[in-house]
């Protein structure tokens, strides 16, 4: 608990962690066409906005049998991403067309708002009142970076996806493992199933929510520095590495922030299948992502410089004339 807290902790306690969240929030908390770049910002867990829901819907897809959805049950419950299930299934589909380079340079713009966004925020103050034109200008030279950087996550929690899972859900078919009614009843599944398709699902589990991590931090090394995307992934290893405790640390702010959201989120949902609030609900959404991107775009270039990130503003050689 100690550790968690760090309440005598040099590089960021929890309550410096939870004093930048409260800020950034009120800096993001001013309505702008801001909320638009924010609305694309992947989250921290297993969505990333990297097409995790596309992944699972894949494998599970290879084979009819509902024996595999209890394989993949616990990583669906992070399925919807990064701000909801909308975005998710927005960028998931993107995802797929990363795959075929001809759709790829659609993906651009939003990579440069991303990328900009994470610029922006590291610049940002109490009295900034930031607009889309920002996030725009900040991502200018770091487009192609922030595209290679997303991609190459991307394919890392896929060949994770691969390895780990796609082995299990053929030998609980080839096994015809017994699972009963799970699926129709709601009941949980057969322990053997579940003991078997467990340690899978928690490696590709936490092995993801690695990676969402190291994202943030790369991408604000990459919009800081404009460094290259494996450079930039490589720094954010490092940081998250040099000491994991305040990592951790920050990825707790972050999952208050996702908390909040899902309550919200869920309200909304609730208003969504009443006619009259239909409209507004979907406007409330996108408001509500957008406000919550900006938000963890905040949040993360603090953590960036918490976790000992350099910026150009630190003199470092090569760093300010890279910049």
Known sequence: ????????????????????????????GRPSLLWLAGFFYPGVGLGLGLGWSWILRSIENAESDES????????????????????SLLVGTLAVGCAAPLLFPLLLPIFRLIVGLAGWASQAT????????????????????????????????VIAAAVFLIPVVALVHAAKLPRGDAVA??????PVTVL??????????????????????????????????G???????RLARRDPWATIRALIGDSLLSFLYWIAFWILLGLWHVPVFGGVALAA?????GFV???????????????????????????????
């Open 185 to 190: 009843s709601g009941a949980l599944p057969h």
């Open 1 to 28: 608990m100690s550790k968690i807290l760090a309440s005598d902790d040099r590089t960021w306690s929890l309550a410096s962690a939870v004093d930048a969240l409260t800020e950034s929030a009120r800096i993001a």
């Open 126 to 157: 109490a009295a900034a009142r930031g607009g889309l034109r920002d996030a725009w200008r900040h991502g200018r030279g770091n487009t192609l970076s922030s595209g290679a950087l997303w991609v190459q996550c991307w394919m890392l929690v």
């Open 293 to 323: 991107g900006v938000t963890r775009a905040l949040y993360w270039a603090r953590a960036y410089r918490a976790l000992g990130g350099l910026s150009p503003a630190d003199g470092v050689p090569g760093l300010a004339q890279a910049s």
């Open 196 to 229: 078997v398709s467990a340690p899978s699902s928690l490696v590709v589990l936490v092995y993801a929510l690695a990676i969402s991590i190291l994202f943030q931090l790369a991408l604000h090394s990459l919009a800081q520095n404009r460094r290259g995307a």
């Open 285 to 289: 959404y996108i408001a509500l992502g």
């Open 68 to 87: 595999s959805t209890w394989v993949l049950a616990p990583m669906r419950l992070g399925a919807l991403g990064a701000n909801g299930g909308f975005t």
């Open 231 to 237: 450079s930039a992934l490589v720094h954010a290893w």
